[in-house]
């Protein structure tokens, strides 16, 4: 299967810093790329979409200026948590498809383990 | 009524077992299904997918998709204690490019 990379796996910053994950897919060329957050024992919680080379699609609820997404190239796409609180300590999620459409398989990166003191 | 729905379980089958998963969802149009697993503190990760109605088998895993009845299940067979994990149904609604994602049925195989 195809395979996504993550990085940095786990990170510990201070509150009002800003953290950046990156998301690669390594063997195959990512038109979309998905975020997801998941807090302990509970689901998958989307919270945006990217196509390379256009603005993100955020979900409702989700903070478009807190939570910046470039996804400059077919295969990267970043995600930047700025001024981070505690309250964003999360596993933080990434993935990504071949196609905008059809029958598209996503494959997860590995996770960043995020905590904000 | 939520998109795509699991029962959270936890199911709890004993070694050897079959282990039964099911997910129903509420787009009819829906044509992509998937199935992946997540062990606690990891990502998810792709077990199957199944786009046709019937069953579709790899290895110890077999996918049922029933488009007609709106549910799609998976079952494990000769369960091992290392199938212990959450499994996620995914679905494709039609014309879209967001996986809807169901909550997760966690499932525990006893030694």
């Known amino acids: 299967g195809a395979v996504v990379s993550q990085h940095p796996s786990r990170v510990i910053c201070k509150s009002g810093t800003s953290v950046k994950i990156e998301c690669r897919s390594l063997?195959?060329?990512?038109?979309?790329m998905f975020w997801y957050r998941q807090f302990p024992k509970q689901s998958l919680m989307l919270m945006a979409t990217?196509?390379?080379?256009?603005?993100?699609?955020?979900e409702q609820g989700v903070e478009k200026d807190k939570f910046l997404i470039n996804h400059a190239s077919l295969t990267l796409s970043t995600l930047t948590v700025t001024s981070a609180h505690p309250e964003d300590s999360s596993f933080y999620i990434c993935s990504a498809s071949l196609g905008s459409g059809g029958e598209d398989t996503q494959y997860f990166g590995p996770g960043t383990r995020l905590t904000v003191l | 009524q939520k998109e795509v729905e699991q029962n959270s379980g936890p199911l709890s089958v004993p070694e050897g077992a079959i282990a039964s998963l099911n997910c129903t969802y509420s787009?009819?149009?829906?044509?992509?299904f998937f199935w992946y697993r997540q062990y606690s503190g990891k990502s998810p990760e792709l077990i199957m997918f199944i786009y046709s109605n019937g069953d579709k088998e790899d290895g110890r895993f077999t996918a049922q998709l029933n488009k007609a009845s709106q549910y799609v299940s998976l079952l494990i067979r000769d369960s091992q204690p290392s199938d212990s994990a959450t499994y996620l149904c995914?679905?494709?609604?039609?014309?879209?490019?967001?996986?809807?994602f169901g909550a997760g049925t966690r499932l525990f195989v006893k030694a």
């Open positions: 995914a679905v494709r609604p039609t014309g879209g490019f967001k996986t809807i």
């Open positions: 990217s196509n390379e080379g256009s603005k993100a699609t955020y």
């Open positions: 787009d009819r149009g829906s044509q992509s």
């Open positions: 063997d195959f060329q990512a038109t979309t």
